[in-house]
């Protein structure tokens, strides 16, 4: 992986601000660089902050949102438009009133599609599309965001919770974290990105962020095993840095 950067801010508020300044600056570089960007969004709650304050941000309108493809990181297999969906979540917070092109917006699917209930379908769904992106490889990714968990997963890849790394996209089943049917991105896809992102606030994740910062193994902290080729940027608020060394 390439270089990493721990940036610690003061508050949640504060994090989501300057989160959501640096996308827009990321985008921006992107597209000066070759017309257009993509980016790979998250779920959780620190996201949603985040895409409010890029919602809010003045200089989101020097980004051309119709040449910004946008990939989700994970998903919980719900129906479409179920409020538990990542990207339900990010619709109402963000995209609903960015000016995207409906093409370049590549939702999971949901457990209500063309694969019904079968979410290894759905992933491998979502693995073809990946493919027919990026001519036969993955795409290029310039940011993935995550969050993290309090047990130091990323995306829906959880500790002792081993995926089939020969996938680019995996169905999980029995997350511990509820709803229990998901569909990821696996480690090695999310580390083809130029940048990975874990951006992560509150006390209840400082043991987390202190376990994936130490060393510790990829089972045990897939949050650790993350990386950007170019860089990966830990974003945190004071609380969330609270456990680093
Ligand atoms: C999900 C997310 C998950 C999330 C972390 C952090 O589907 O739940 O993609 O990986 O990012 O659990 O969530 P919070 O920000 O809500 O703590």
């Known amino acids: 992986g390439g270089a990493t950067t721990v940036v610690v801010h003061p508050d949640a508020a504060t994090l989501a601000e300057a989160a959501a300044a640096r996308l827009v600056v990321a985008l921006l570089d992107a597209q000066a660089a070759r017309g257009e960007a993509a980016l790979v969004l998250t779920g959780g709650s620190v996201a949603a902050h985040v895409y409010g304050a890029l919602a809010r941000h003045r200089a989101r309108t ?45 939702a999971m699917p949901a457990s209500d599609g063309p694969d019904g209930e079968d979410p290894e379908a759905a992933a491998a769904r979502y693995a073809a599309a990946l493919a027919a992106a990026g001519g036969g490889r993955l795409p290029r990714f310039d940011v993935v ?58 006390r209840e994740k400082a043991g987390a962020v202190g376990l994936a910062r130490s060393g510790a193994s990829a089972a045990k902290a897939p949050a650790g095993a993350v990386h950007g080729r170019v860089r990966t940027r830990w974003l945190l608020d004071r609380d969330a840095a609270a456990e680093l060394r």
Request: proline share 12%; glycine share 8%.
């Open 62 to 106: 020097a980004v051309d949102w119709s040449r910004v493809d946008l990939w989700w990181g994970d998903e919980r297999f719900l129906p479409a438009g179920h409020p538990d969906r990542n990207e339900t979540q990010a619709r109402a917070a963000l995209l609903d009133g960015l000016p995207l092109d409906p093409g370049r917006v590549h």
């Open 145 to 202: 965001l995550l969050g993290i968990g309090p047990d130091a997963h990323v995306a829906s890849v959880f500790p002792d919770h081993p995926l089939d790394a020969g996938l680019t996209v995996s169905a999980v089943r029995d997350s511990p974290k509820p709803p229990p049917t998901r569909i990821t991105l696996t480690l090695p896809t999310l580390n083809t990105a130029d940048e990975v992102w874990l951006i992560v606030a509150g």
